[in-house]
């Protein structure tokens, strides 16, 4: 055999096979190492979401419950009024019927200050979004349905129905 033959056998014999190298090996490894440290990041992102939703959570039922506590505060202030006008007999020209007046526009006014605010329909027509139609005339004095009568106030609370009103409707006769 010719020389630069024995040569490339010998270079063939020390080459190594592909994935056999210490290269690879390493960048392997790294490859695994790179893999581990990313699911354990991960692991702990999934956790801290999971802390903040559960912290997220007690921190809403606790928000929501300092709003009804502090509504309640309020309302207690109008309880203690109702039980002194109750507990009064007239006295010094304020009548019973005066102190329930009193008490009445105090409720109003917290209603107010939380956004709950009454609306009227009288003589408006009849819309079953905001109305609720308890009974039906016929009447000829009216082209469309319209709430002749409430029975009952409508309210809203920040723009949104919180009870639609009570009402007679009049509707066309036929």
Request: hydrophobic share 35%.
């Amino acid at each position: 055999m010719d020389e630069n033959q024995d040569k490339m056998k010998c270079d063939t014999k020390d080459a190594q096979e592909p994935g056999e190298g210490k290269g690879d090996r390493n960048e392997f490894e790294e490859l695994r190492l790179k893999a581990e440290e990313n699911w354990q990041l991960f692991l702990k992102a999934r956790a801290e979401m999971e802390n903040y939703r559960r912290r997220s959570e007690r921190d809403l039922g606790r928000m929501i419950l300092r709003g009804k506590r502090d509504l309640l505060l309020k309302i207690l202030g109008v309880v203690d009024n109702l039980e002194r006008a109750i507990g009064q007999e007239e006295t010094g020209g304020v009548s019973f019927l005066e102190g329930v007046k009193m008490i009445h526009r105090q409720m109003q006014e917290l209603l107010i200050a939380e956004g709950v605010c009454a609306f009227e329909c009288e003589g408006k027509g009849f819309d079953p979004a905001v109305h609720e139609c308890v009974v039906v005339l016929d009447s000829s004095g009216v082209d469309e349905e319209t709430v002749c009568e409430e029975l009952e106030k409508g309210y809203t609370f920040h723009d949104e129905v919180l009870r639609p009103a009570k009402v007679k409707v009049a509707r066309p006769a036929k």
